[in-house]
């Protein structure tokens, strides 16, 4: 499956309204800058029992929450913080997520996720405070914690493959070793940087 995250170029475009407010622009992206785990949400909202499969660099697929499916149709990107159903086709950021899952506007979504941010649920109305109550229940979840484990342990596998495969085929094969190792990733490859470095002959007279 490919990943739809690449589509998804500014996902406040899809979260905010065109011309919300600013200060709401500002949530979202100081919520999004931070530390928040979209699949420590993803199983605070679903419960522990929801069927989860790490893969390689924080990429984690499991059952939807939106929907029944016999496979594991959701594909949850730790690194972007997005996450995308191929089975009905919801997806988004934590603001699109915890709005679905609790029929709340993305507003009053950003309120919620912008007071755990900064640890202060005093200015939350009683719905807004019940949802938030009910996310920090199980977002510390060691099961969660595992998963990551498990993801950051491929990982490792997987980039000793690659170097020894590189050591093996030698420097020529080193782009196509890359383009391998970021296509098990799940991420963009990037061609390396090229620096050119330009020697002048001392002895040589200048034009």
């Known amino acids: 499956m490919g990943l739809y995250y690449d589509s998804l170029m500014d996902d406040r475009d899809y979260a905010l309204p065109y011309n919300c407010d600013q200060q709401y622009i500002d949530k979202y992206d100081k919520i999004m800058e931070s530390n928040l785990s979209i699949l420590k949400l993803w199983v605070s909202i679903a419960g522990e029992s929801i069927d989860i499969k790490p893969r390689a660099n924080n990429i984690f697929y499991s059952d939807c929450i939106f929907h029944a499916a016999d496979d594991l149709p959701v594909c949850i990107n730790e690194n972007k913080k997005l996450f995308f159903c191929y089975g009905c086709h919801k997806g988004g950021s934590l603001v699109l997520l915890v709005s679905k899952c609790f029929?709340?506007?993305?507003?009053?979504?950003?309120?919620?996720?912008?007071?755990?941010?900064?640890?202060?649920?005093?200015?939350?109305?009683?719905?807004?405070?019940?949802?938030?109550?009910?996310?920090?229940?199980?977002?510390?979840?060691?099961?969660?914690?595992?998963?990551?484990?498990?993801?950051?342990?491929?990982?490792?596998?997987?980039?000793?493959?690659?170097?020894?495969?590189?050591?093996?085929?030698?420097?020529?094969?080193?782009?196509?070793?890359?383009?391998?190792?970021?296509?098990?990733?799940?991420?963009?490859?990037?061609?390396?940087?090229?620096?050119?470095?330009?020697?002048?002959?001392?002895?040589?007279?200048?034009?």
């Open 103 to 207: 029929n709340i506007s993305a507003f009053s979504a950003i309120d919620i996720l912008f007071s755990i941010v900064k640890k202060d649920l005093g200015d939350l109305s009683k719905r807004q405070l019940k949802i938030a109550k009910r996310i920090l229940k199980k977002y510390n979840s060691p099961i969660v914690e595992n998963y990551f484990k498990i993801s950051n342990e491929k990982t490792n596998y997987i980039n000793k493959r690659i170097e020894s495969y590189i050591l093996k085929k030698g420097d020529l094969q080193d782009e196509l070793a890359r383009k391998k190792m970021c296509k098990r990733l799940c991420i963009k490859y990037q061609p390396p940087k090229i620096n050119i470095n330009i020697y002048i002959d001392d002895d040589l007279p200048l034009a």
